[in-house]
């Protein structure tokens, strides 16, 4: 069963920066897509990037295109999330996911495995 790991959040004030990493561990980490979603509270899950198994196509949501950027090193099971000039209303749980079918636009429900989550909290 494959699991993920997430790190890196925390509470930051707007404009600031931070950077989001996912460590995958008992599954072929090169054979997924990986994506990073959101969740605040009272809302939707939403997609905010995805990324192909190789490194390539990165998909991001029109409200943080231009602000983060998605990245992966396969060689270290890991995908990451730099996210700049944040927003207080980027505030949410950032969830890292695995799909090995990566659909495009992402679909939440098409992603095998998630991790637990990690908590970003901008302030104004």
């Known amino acids: 069963q494959g699991q993920l790991v997430e790190s890196g959040g925390g509470l930051v004030q707007d404009g600031d920066s931070l950077r989001l990493s996912c460590v995958a561990s008992r599954l072929t980490f090169s054979r997924f897509a990986m994506g990073w979603f959101r969740q605040a509270p009272g809302k939707e899950r939403e997609v905010v990037a995805v990324i192909d198994w190789s490194g390539g196509l990165p998909y991001y949501a029109n409200t943080v295109k231009g602000r983060f950027a998605i990245s992966r090193e396969n060689a270290r099971n890991s995908v990451y999330l730099q996210m700049n000039r944040l927003k207080p209303e980027d505030t949410a749980v950032y969830y890292c996911?695995?799909?090995?079918?990566?659909?495009?636009?992402?679909?939440?429900?098409?992603?095998?495995?998630w991790g637990q989550g990690t908590q970003v909290t901008v302030s104004s």
């Open positions: 996911a695995a799909t090995p079918w990566d659909i495009r636009p992402p679909q939440a429900s098409s992603y095998s495995y």
